[in-house]
Protein backbone atom coordinates (compact mmCIF):
# COMPACT_ATOMS: atom_id res chain seq x y z
CA UNK A 1 0.00 0.00 0.00
CA UNK A 2 1.40 3.41 -1.12
CA UNK A 3 1.74 6.40 1.48
CA UNK A 4 -0.99 7.91 -1.08
CA UNK A 5 -3.64 5.07 -0.21
CA UNK A 6 -2.69 5.85 3.79
CA UNK A 7 -3.13 8.75 3.44
CA UNK A 8 -6.41 8.28 2.13
CA UNK A 9 -7.50 6.29 4.73
CA UNK A 10 -7.46 8.88 7.23
CA UNK A 11 -10.33 11.06 5.90
CA UNK A 12 -13.43 11.12 8.18
CA UNK A 13 -15.17 9.37 5.93
CA UNK A 14 -12.43 7.21 5.27
CA UNK A 15 -12.29 6.33 9.18
CA UNK A 16 -15.83 5.46 9.41
CA UNK A 17 -15.54 3.11 6.66
CA UNK A 18 -12.54 1.35 8.23
CA UNK A 19 -14.24 1.69 11.52
CA UNK A 20 -16.92 -0.34 10.28
CA UNK A 21 -15.10 -3.25 10.01
CA UNK A 22 -15.65 -3.94 13.67
CA UNK A 23 -12.90 -6.94 13.71
CA UNK A 24 -10.27 -5.34 12.48
CA UNK A 25 -10.92 -1.71 13.63
CA UNK A 26 -10.94 -3.47 17.21
CA UNK A 27 -7.11 -5.16 16.80
CA UNK A 28 -6.45 -1.48 15.79
CA UNK A 29 -7.83 -0.22 18.75
CA UNK A 30 -6.29 -2.31 20.54
CA UNK A 31 -2.88 -1.69 19.11
CA UNK A 32 -3.11 1.94 19.90
CA UNK A 33 -4.63 1.57 23.48
CA UNK A 34 -2.10 2.82 25.08
CA UNK A 35 -1.73 6.40 23.37
CA UNK A 36 -5.67 6.90 23.46
CA UNK A 37 -4.60 7.60 27.36
CA UNK A 38 -2.03 10.05 26.68
CA UNK A 39 -3.30 14.05 26.55
CA UNK A 40 -4.14 14.34 22.43
CA UNK A 41 -4.25 17.71 20.78
CA UNK A 42 -7.56 19.68 20.32
CA UNK A 43 -8.43 18.44 16.75
CA UNK A 44 -8.12 14.79 17.85
CA UNK A 45 -10.37 15.23 21.06
CA UNK A 46 -13.17 16.92 18.93
CA UNK A 47 -13.20 13.53 16.67
CA UNK A 48 -13.15 11.42 19.28
CA UNK A 49 -16.61 12.70 20.27
CA UNK A 50 -17.48 10.38 17.53
CA UNK A 51 -18.83 7.23 18.71
CA UNK A 52 -16.81 3.98 17.94
CA UNK A 53 -14.98 5.77 14.93
CA UNK A 54 -11.22 5.01 14.52
CA UNK A 55 -9.33 7.81 15.16
CA UNK A 56 -6.44 9.31 12.34
CA UNK A 57 -4.05 8.63 15.61
CA UNK A 58 -5.16 5.10 15.95
CA UNK A 59 -4.91 4.79 11.99
CA UNK A 60 -1.48 5.89 11.69
CA UNK A 61 -0.46 3.87 14.46
CA UNK A 62 -1.38 0.90 12.66
CA UNK A 63 -0.26 1.66 9.03
CA UNK A 64 3.47 2.71 11.05
CA UNK A 65 4.11 0.78 13.54
CA UNK A 66 5.46 -3.08 13.75
CA UNK A 67 2.33 -4.44 12.70
CA UNK A 68 1.97 -2.58 9.28
CA UNK A 69 2.13 -5.09 6.95
CA UNK A 70 -0.22 -7.35 8.58
CA UNK A 71 -2.82 -4.38 8.76
CA UNK A 72 -1.81 -3.47 5.26
CA UNK A 73 -2.80 -7.29 4.06
CA UNK A 74 -6.27 -6.95 6.12
CA UNK A 75 -6.89 -3.67 4.95
CA UNK A 76 -6.55 -4.58 1.36
CA UNK A 77 -8.89 -7.96 1.66
CA UNK A 78 -11.84 -5.84 3.74
CA UNK A 79 -11.64 -3.27 1.05
CA UNK A 80 -12.12 -6.10 -1.57
CA UNK A 81 -14.97 -7.05 0.29
CA UNK A 82 -16.23 -3.76 0.65
CA UNK A 83 -16.12 -2.77 -2.93
CA UNK A 84 -17.52 -5.99 -4.35
CA UNK A 85 -20.21 -5.05 -1.47
CA UNK A 86 -21.12 -1.91 -2.70
CA UNK A 87 -21.41 -3.02 -6.31
CA UNK A 88 -24.03 -5.80 -5.60
CA UNK A 89 -25.90 -3.36 -3.69
CA UNK A 90 -25.96 -0.76 -6.94
CA UNK A 91 -26.56 -3.98 -9.21
CA UNK A 92 -29.66 -4.79 -6.88
CA UNK A 93 -31.14 -1.10 -6.91
CA UNK A 94 -32.27 0.01 -9.88
CA UNK A 95 -31.75 3.95 -8.98
CA UNK A 96 -28.36 3.49 -8.14
CA UNK A 97 -27.33 1.58 -11.65
CA UNK A 98 -26.34 4.64 -12.96
CA UNK A 99 -23.93 5.69 -10.63
CA UNK A 100 -22.38 2.33 -10.91
CA UNK A 101 -21.64 3.17 -14.45
CA UNK A 102 -19.62 6.34 -13.34
CA UNK A 103 -17.55 5.07 -10.67
CA UNK A 104 -13.93 5.01 -11.24
CA UNK A 105 -12.45 2.17 -12.84
CA UNK A 106 -10.50 1.05 -9.44
CA UNK A 107 -14.16 0.84 -7.77
CA UNK A 108 -16.05 -1.36 -10.62
CA UNK A 109 -15.71 -4.83 -10.22
CA UNK A 110 -16.16 -7.04 -13.04
CA UNK A 111 -19.28 -8.50 -13.93
CA UNK A 112 -17.71 -12.33 -13.74
CA UNK A 113 -17.13 -11.76 -9.75
CA UNK A 114 -20.56 -9.87 -9.53
CA UNK A 115 -22.61 -12.79 -11.75
CA UNK A 116 -21.13 -15.07 -9.53
CA UNK A 117 -21.54 -13.64 -6.17
CA UNK A 118 -24.24 -12.67 -3.71
CA UNK A 119 -24.26 -10.22 -1.13
CA UNK A 120 -25.05 -13.72 1.18
CA UNK A 121 -21.65 -14.65 -0.04
CA UNK A 122 -20.18 -11.94 0.81
CA UNK A 123 -21.34 -12.03 4.69
CA UNK A 124 -19.82 -15.64 4.96
CA UNK A 125 -16.38 -14.79 3.37
CA UNK A 126 -16.37 -11.58 5.64
CA UNK A 127 -16.67 -13.46 8.75
CA UNK A 128 -14.00 -16.31 7.69
CA UNK A 129 -11.58 -13.38 7.48
CA UNK A 130 -12.90 -11.99 10.72
CA UNK A 131 -12.00 -15.02 11.99
CA UNK A 132 -8.84 -15.27 10.35
CA UNK A 133 -7.07 -11.86 10.79
CA UNK A 134 -8.04 -12.53 14.60
CA UNK A 135 -6.08 -15.83 14.57
CA UNK A 136 -3.30 -13.95 12.69
CA UNK A 137 -3.20 -11.39 15.09
CA UNK A 138 -3.19 -13.49 18.03
CA UNK A 139 -0.12 -15.29 16.82
CA UNK A 140 1.35 -12.09 16.65
CA UNK A 141 0.66 -11.09 20.23
CA UNK A 142 2.23 -14.54 21.24
CA UNK A 143 5.57 -13.91 18.50
CA UNK A 144 5.81 -11.17 20.31
CA UNK A 145 5.91 -11.61 24.07
CA UNK A 146 7.88 -14.94 23.43
CA UNK A 147 10.88 -12.14 21.35
CA UNK A 148 10.52 -10.03 24.25
CA UNK A 149 11.42 -12.81 26.49
CA UNK A 150 14.22 -14.07 24.50
CA UNK A 151 15.70 -10.58 24.22
CA UNK A 152 15.08 -9.83 28.05
CA UNK A 153 16.96 -13.22 28.68
CA UNK A 154 19.84 -12.81 26.37
CA UNK A 155 20.52 -8.85 27.61
CA UNK A 156 20.69 -10.36 31.40
CA UNK A 157 23.47 -12.99 30.11
CA UNK A 158 25.26 -10.16 28.97
CA UNK A 159 25.33 -8.82 32.37
CA UNK A 160 22.76 -6.24 31.55
CA UNK A 161 19.70 -6.51 34.34
CA UNK A 162 17.02 -4.74 33.64
CA UNK A 163 14.76 -3.10 36.33
CA UNK A 164 11.50 -4.00 37.09
CA UNK A 165 10.18 -0.75 36.15
CA UNK A 166 12.73 -1.12 32.67
CA UNK A 167 11.40 -4.68 31.89
CA UNK A 168 7.69 -3.24 32.01
CA UNK A 169 8.46 -0.03 29.61
CA UNK A 170 10.29 -2.24 27.29
CA UNK A 171 7.45 -5.00 27.17
CA UNK A 172 4.65 -1.96 27.27
CA UNK A 173 2.95 -2.43 23.81
CA UNK A 174 3.01 1.35 23.13
CA UNK A 175 2.41 2.12 20.13
CA UNK A 176 5.60 3.70 17.96
CA UNK A 177 4.19 7.30 18.14
CA UNK A 178 4.65 7.07 21.91
CA UNK A 179 7.87 4.84 21.48
CA UNK A 180 9.67 7.48 19.22
CA UNK A 181 8.27 10.14 21.68
CA UNK A 182 10.05 8.61 24.58
CA UNK A 183 13.28 9.09 22.25
CA UNK A 184 12.65 13.14 22.74
CA UNK A 185 11.26 13.26 26.06
CA UNK A 186 14.16 10.84 27.36
CA UNK A 187 16.71 13.06 25.30
CA UNK A 188 18.42 10.04 23.51
CA UNK A 189 19.35 10.52 20.41
CA UNK A 190 16.94 8.27 17.83
CA UNK A 191 18.99 5.28 15.62
CA UNK A 192 18.02 6.17 12.01
CA UNK A 193 15.37 4.54 11.49
CA UNK A 194 12.29 4.44 9.09
CA UNK A 195 8.37 4.18 9.91
CA UNK A 196 7.48 2.73 5.98
CA UNK A 197 9.07 -0.62 6.73
CA UNK A 198 8.83 -0.52 10.54
CA UNK A 199 8.88 -3.89 12.10
CA UNK A 200 8.94 -5.97 15.15
CA UNK A 201 12.80 -6.61 14.65
CA UNK A 202 13.29 -2.88 14.97
CA UNK A 203 10.61 -1.51 16.87
CA UNK A 204 12.14 -4.14 19.53
CA UNK A 205 15.80 -2.28 18.60
CA UNK A 206 14.13 0.84 19.27
CA UNK A 207 12.38 -0.35 22.84
CA UNK A 208 15.56 -2.40 23.76
CA UNK A 209 17.63 0.87 22.90
CA UNK A 210 15.88 2.77 25.47
CA UNK A 211 16.26 -0.07 27.92
CA UNK A 212 20.10 -0.20 27.77
CA UNK A 213 20.33 3.33 28.27
CA UNK A 214 18.48 3.71 31.11
CA UNK A 215 19.69 0.08 32.95
CA UNK A 216 23.52 1.88 32.43
CA UNK A 217 22.44 5.12 33.52
CA UNK A 218 20.71 3.67 36.34
CA UNK A 219 24.58 2.00 36.99
CA UNK A 220 26.34 4.56 36.92
CA UNK A 221 27.99 3.39 33.79
CA UNK A 222 28.92 4.87 30.44
CA UNK A 223 25.63 5.08 28.72
CA UNK A 224 26.28 7.69 25.01
CA UNK A 225 24.82 5.82 22.07
CA UNK A 226 28.02 4.10 21.36
CA UNK A 227 27.98 1.78 24.39
CA UNK A 228 24.28 1.50 23.62
CA UNK A 229 25.21 0.15 20.48
CA UNK A 230 27.71 -2.02 21.68
CA UNK A 231 25.48 -4.14 24.28
CA UNK A 232 22.90 -4.38 21.30
CA UNK A 233 25.51 -6.04 18.66
CA UNK A 234 26.01 -8.44 21.28
CA UNK A 235 22.09 -10.02 20.41
CA UNK A 236 21.93 -8.98 17.28
CA UNK A 237 22.03 -12.02 15.57
CA UNK A 238 18.49 -12.25 17.71
CA UNK A 239 17.01 -8.92 15.82
CA UNK A 240 18.25 -10.98 12.54
CA UNK A 241 16.18 -14.25 13.70
CA UNK A 242 13.18 -12.12 14.74
CA UNK A 243 13.29 -10.53 11.40
CA UNK A 244 13.60 -13.94 9.35
CA UNK A 245 10.56 -15.32 11.26
CA UNK A 246 8.61 -12.11 10.99
CA UNK A 247 9.25 -12.77 6.93
CA UNK A 248 7.76 -16.22 7.18
CA UNK A 249 4.59 -15.84 9.01
CA UNK A 250 4.08 -12.49 6.48
CA UNK A 251 4.14 -14.46 4.09
CA UNK A 252 2.08 -17.63 5.22
CA UNK A 253 -0.32 -15.51 6.29
CA UNK A 254 -0.53 -13.27 3.07
CA UNK A 255 -1.30 -16.86 1.16
CA UNK A 256 -4.10 -17.23 3.84
CA UNK A 257 -5.93 -14.18 3.63
CA UNK A 258 -5.57 -13.92 -0.26
CA UNK A 259 -6.62 -17.53 -0.20
CA UNK A 260 -9.77 -16.11 1.87
CA UNK A 261 -11.18 -13.49 -0.55
CA UNK A 262 -9.58 -15.53 -3.73
CA UNK A 263 -13.49 -16.12 -5.36
CA UNK A 264 -14.16 -12.19 -5.43
CA UNK A 265 -10.38 -10.98 -6.54
CA UNK A 266 -9.49 -9.78 -9.72
Known amino acids: MSKNDITAFISTHARISLSDWTVLAKLITDHAKLIK??????????????PNILSRREIEDALNGPLQAFFKLAITAYSTLARVQVNLNMLEDDTLKEKRAKLADEDKVPDKILKNTSLADITKIRRALDELVTQQAELWQSSRQQWEH????????????????????????????????????LNIDLPKTSKDDMNF????????????QSALSRQHLPHEQSNIQKVLSKIKSDFNAINKQEVNMLAEQKAAINAAVANVSW
Do not use: C, M, W
Not at 169 to 184: A, K, M, N, Q, V
Not at 201 to 212: E, F, Q, R, V, W
Open 150 to 185: QLLQHLNEQGLSLSEIEVKEFTDPEPISELLDRFTA
Open 201 to 212: SKYLTLKADIAI
Open 37 to 50: EKNQSAADTEESTL
